[in-house]
């Protein structure tokens, strides 16, 4: 027999209420019911069977009947238009057959005891399975947050980074600017007073060659006031500027690139360097005094090195017809 597009329309109808309401997500029109027992089933999924009538007249047993023989261990489900007897009914209630009942405008609703608990169970598992599903999408939503939030916080990083070092190349650039600077200037003040007295570059180098002012500043540095210590450093660095000046003068162009010289220049730098630890440059806070004096005993080291040089290249003194001065005893290096 060819059902009618209104039979038909039911049982599509039947099959989104079981998709949606029921939960049998697998349900579907069976187009093909001569493979089925009676021909009795509309709708079928693994685990559901089911009937669609749509007619005036109520359903009868028979009809509960037949249904249950073909439904077998999967569960049952009857939807009718016009709805039930009483018969039907309690036979559908005894047998575990969910009846609904269903209109024209899209409306269905249980008939039996069997139907409620058959939708109530949906209803649960719908829920359970909402509820594993929002915990699988809020653990990724959470990982995949954690993930953004570790990889700003790499970027803020990075950024910083290098902002910090951007910075301290600045910091470099401008301090090796003011030092050449100083250098230059201390260069020229030497090379005036060459052109006024042609002895003043050896009596420079020998002065500075022989100075204990750094040792005295590095022994002495623990027990030096916070007023005391910035006069002492600037006495110290003003003693590594007139060094650093004499040693360009000292060396001739063709002994620059002697390993000595080059030694000579680090141990210069390594010097300012620790000065500007000793003196708080770059710091924040109060430089402590252990620290002040590991930082010029540091410089005090430099320095040797640097003498040791300047010593070793004192230039001859010039020839003016006058004789030289004995020099005193306690001024005579004992290296």
């Not at 016009?82 to 969910?98: M, P, S």
């Not at 939030?149 to 470099?172: H, I, K, N, S, V």
């Not at 022994?219 to 110290?236: C, F, K, T």
Request: hydrophobic content about 40%; charged content about 30%.
């Amino acid at each position: 027999m060819t059902k009618n597009p209104q039979w038909r329309d039911a049982e599509h109808f039947a099959e989104r209420h079981a998709r949606t309401v029921l939960a049998f997500v697998d349900v579907r029109v069976n187009l093909d019911p001569q493979t089925q027992i009676d021909n009795s089933l509309d709708l079928v999924g693994d685990d559901f069977s089911g009937r669609v009538e749509h007619q005036r007249s109520p359903v009868e047993r028979s009809d509960i009947e037949r249904l249950r023989a073909a439904a077998g261990a999967t569960v049952a489900v009857f939807y009718s238009r016009a709805g039930f007897t009483k018969v039907a009914v309690l036979y559908a209630e005894e047998h575990r057959v969910a009846l609904f009942g269903y209109t024209d405008s899209g409306y269905a609703s249980p008939v039996n005891q069997c139907a409620t608990d058959v939708v109530l169970k949906a209803q649960a598992e719908s829920a359970r399975h909402v509820r594993a599903a929002t915990e699988i999408v809020s653990r990724h939503v959470t990982a995949a947050r954690q993930e953004t939030e570790r990889r700003e916080r790499e970027a803020l990083a990075d950024a910083l980074r290098a902002e910090d070092e951007a910075r301290d190349a600045a910091e470099r650039q401008r301090v090796s600017r003011a030092r050449n600077e100083t250098l230059l200037g201390r260069t020229v003040a030497l090379l005036l007073q060459i052109q006024v007295r042609p002895d003043a570059l050896r009596e420079t180098v020998e002065h500075l060659a022989g100075s204990t002012i750094v040792s005295a500043v590095a022994v002495a540095a623990g027990q030096m006031s916070l007023g005391e210590r910035p006069h002492a450093i600037a006495l110290v660095r003003s003693l590594f500027e007139d060094a650093a000046a004499a040693l360009e003068l000292v060396t001739p162009a063709a002994a620059r690139d002697a390993t000595s010289y080059w030694a000579s220049k680090q141990a210069i730098e390594r010097g300012f360097d620790a000065l500007d630890a000793a003196d708080g440059v770059g710091t924040i806070g109060h430089v402590g005094p252990e620290d002040v004096t590991a930082y010029l005993r540091q410089a005090e080291r430099c320095w040797r090195a640097v003498a040791d040089e300047l010593e070793r290249r004192i230039p001859a003194r010039a020839d003016t017809g006058i004789p030289e001065p004995r020099r005193a005893r306690h001024l005579t290096s004992t290296r």
